[in-house]
């Protein structure tokens, strides 16, 4: 898609050379000042009609606009390059963005995706000739991908090795050739933050970070250390710096299957305990614009939130994130505001398992004043497919959301108004 997936765990020659190769995507500067190209037309006044004399001023006009757009994509670029190289010195991950509208930033957010050969998607995928246009609706897919940023839950290891958790019901592993369905989906950063990322065990869990990092799509929530996992991913586009942080509080007992990152081993970030977490938005906060945190929480099947969700949503709104995007039910959960903070509770399954179930695309704007506009696009997961509802569909979905949210306003195309 858009992302110029320039990481900055490189060392800096790299990342000079992503600045260069950056540089070159703008629009050549013009060479003759439009100024004085207008001034050249004033002087043959005396043999212009008045029609032509207002057509010059249009010109003139025009071309000052021009050059006062250019002068102003200047100055952004020069501020992404400087917030760029200073991530690059503090050992940060971040990421450029080429964005259509130099004005915001467009994020698109999905919840969980199975790519395990062995279950309905991809068994259902295959069968029908492994064609993407026939799994997603045409003009979901134009979603996803026209998305500066589109996240989802990667709720499974990458890889051919390891051995299934003992006693465990699902485990789920997907072969590393079917990354290649993220760059049709167009996805740009995923979340390991979940109770499936160590299905397969460890090694299972380090080939995955092989895999997105070969097909150069970053992660949150997971790390070969802790160190490593709780490093925010941050975006940079148009004078922005945007993070994403992502943990999980499943499973919810002292010895998870799901293992945590230590100083030395790999695994998840756990958040029953805040204290990490906090930790990482802290760091967010502190040297980004906007904070998005995306988080593993929740009982499964359950539209209503739980005494956890309740009891965290304050905590990390009122530690400076800008905005909340929950997985891991397996069904929708409710829109709110907490502490003036936006909350979506569940996204639901976006293509997961073979059930008919209510889903959605959340589409997110942000300028430099904040959140521009909050859209939730109604969806459903059926017969193994994910389409976009419109009609008497998409209006049952959007009244079954305003009767599971009534302290916020969802308008007919799905545009939030959150309140205070």
């Not at 250019?70 to 952004?76: Q, R, S």
């Not at 509080?249 to 756990?270: C, F, H, M, W, Y």
């Not at 419109?390 to 305003?402: C, I, Q």
Request: one cysteine or more; a negative charge; charged letters at 25%.
């Amino acid at each position: 898609m858009r992302v110029f997936m320039v990481s900055l765990m490189i060392v800096l020659f790299a990342g000079s050379a992503a600045m260069l190769a950056y540089s070159e995507a703008r629009t050549p500067k013009t060479t003759k000042s439009p100024l004085v190209m207008n001034f050249d037309k004033l002087g043959q006044t005396e043999e212009l009609a008045d029609t032509d004399n207002t057509a010059s001023d249009e010109d003139a006009a025009s071309e000052l606009q021009e050059q006062t757009t250019e002068a102003e994509t200047d100055t952004v670029l020069a501020e992404n390059e400087r917030l760029y190289h200073e991530a690059a010195e503090k050992g940060e991950k971040v990421y450029l963005l080429n964005c259509a509208d130099k004005e915001r930033v467009t994020f698109a957010f999905a919840g969980d995706i199975l790519l395990d050969d062995a279950y309905a998607m991809m068994f259902r995928y295959r069968s029908r000739g492994s064609d993407i246009n026939d799994t997603f609706s045409a003009d979901l897919l134009e979603r996803m991908r026209s998305a500066d940023v589109f996240m989802l839950n990667n709720e499974f290891p990458f890889s051919r090795r390891g051995t299934p958790t003992e006693g465990k019901t699902f485990t789920f592993r997907a072969n590393p050739d079917n990354i290649e369905m993220y760059a049709q989906l167009g996805v740009d950063i995923v979340s390991l933050a979940n109770n499936h990322a160590y299905d397969f065990g460890k090694d299972a869990l380090l080939d995955t970070f092989t895999t997105l990092e070969t097909a150069g799509i970053p992660y949150v929530g997971a790390g070969r250390d802790l160190n490593e996992a709780k490093k925010p991913v941050y975006f940079i586009a148009n004078g922005m710096k945007i993070a994403v942080v992502s943990a999980t509080q499943i499973e919810r007992n002292a010895v998870p299957d799901t293992k945590e990152a230590t100083a030395s081993s790999p695994g998840v970030l756990r958040c029953m305990d805040p204290a990490a977490l906090l930790e990482v938005i802290a760091e967010a906060k502190a040297s980004s614009d906007f904070v998005i945190l995306y988080i593993h929480w929740g009982t499964e099947s359950q539209e209503n939130t739980d005494w956890l969700q309740d009891k965290q949503a304050p905590i990390y709104a009122e530690a400076g994130v800008d905005l909340i995007i929950g997985d891991h039910p397996h069904c929708l959960q409710k829109l709110d505001v907490v502490s003036g903070v936006p909350v979506m509770y569940s996204l639901g399954n976006y293509w997961f398992n073979s059930k008919t179930q209510n889903t959605c695309l959340v589409e997110v704007s942000i300028n430099k004043d904040g959140m521009e506009y909050f859209r939730f696009v109604p969806c459903i997961q059926e017969d193994c497919r994910t389409r976009h509802l419109e009609g008497a569909e998409k209006d049952s979905v959007l009244n079954y959301m305003r009767g599971l949210s009534p302290n916020v306003q969802i308008d007919n195309e799905g545009y939030v108004t959150f309140g205070q």
